[in-house]
C-alpha cells in the first residue's frame, strides 16, 4: 500500500527539517546524558529519573521516526504558483459565516501544519475539503455536530 503525501507548505517544510535537526542533534544528547547520570545513581530497578529518561528517549525516537516518515513522501506547494482565482493548499481565504454575519481568514494547509486557532486549516477538515476548488462569491455548506454551516468566499490570496 503507498503510503499517504504529506503536504506541506515550504514554511512547514522548513520547520519540520528544523524540528528533526533539533531532535537528533540537542534532544538526543540530552537525554543520553540523563541517562548516564540516572546509571551512575547504582541500582536500575527504583530509579524513577532513568525510568523517565528512558520514556523521553522513546519519545524522541518515536517523533523522529514520524518526521523522516513524513518527509519521505513529501508534497510541497509552491505558494507562488497558486492562481488566486480558486482555493487550493496554500490558499489564504477570507470567509463570511452567512448566519452570524463574521468573516473568518484562514491559510488551508495540510494536515501536518494545520493550527486552527492560528487560522491554519487542514485541507482534509470538512471546512477545508469544501472550500478547495471554490471560487470568490460562492457557498459552501459545511455538515458540523451542531448542524450546517454556510460560508460565503469573500476574497482568496
Given amino acids: 500500500m503507498a503510503e499517504k503525501k504529506t503536504v506541506l507548505t ?19 544528547k540530552d537525554v543520553a546524558n540523563k541517562i548516564k547520570e540516572a546509571r551512575s545513581q547504582g541500582d536500575l530497578s527504583e530509579n524513577a529519573e532513568y525510568d523517565a529518561a528512558k520514556e523521553e528517549q522513546a519519545e524522541i525516537e518515536a517523533r523522529i521516526a514520524q518526521i523522516e516518515k513524513m518527509l519521505r ?11 488566486g482565482d480558486t482555493v487550493g ?6 470567509v463570511l459565516d452567512i448566519e452570524y454575519n463574521e468573516e473568518f481568514e484562514y491559510t488551508i494547509v495540510g494536515s501536518t501544519e494545520a493550527d486552527p486557532v492560528g487560522g491554519r486549516i487542514s485541507n482534509e477538515s470538512p471546512l477545508g475539503v469544501a472550500l478547495l476548488s ?16 454556510k460560508y460565503q468566499i469573500v476574497e482568496i490570496g
Fill in 10 to 28: 515550504y514554511e512547514g517544510l522548513k520547520n519540520l527539517e528544523e524540528e528533526l535537526q533539533e531532535l537528533k542533534v540537542v534532544r538526543r
Fill in 73 to 83: 513522501n513529501v508534497e510541497v506547494i509552491d505558494e507562488e504558483e497558486l492562481d
Fill in 89 to 94: 493548499v496554500g490558499s489564504k481565504v477570507k
Fill in 134 to 149: 471554490r471560487r470568490v462569491g460562492e457557498t459552501v455548506i459545511v455538515d458540523a455536530p451542531q448542524g450546517q454551516l
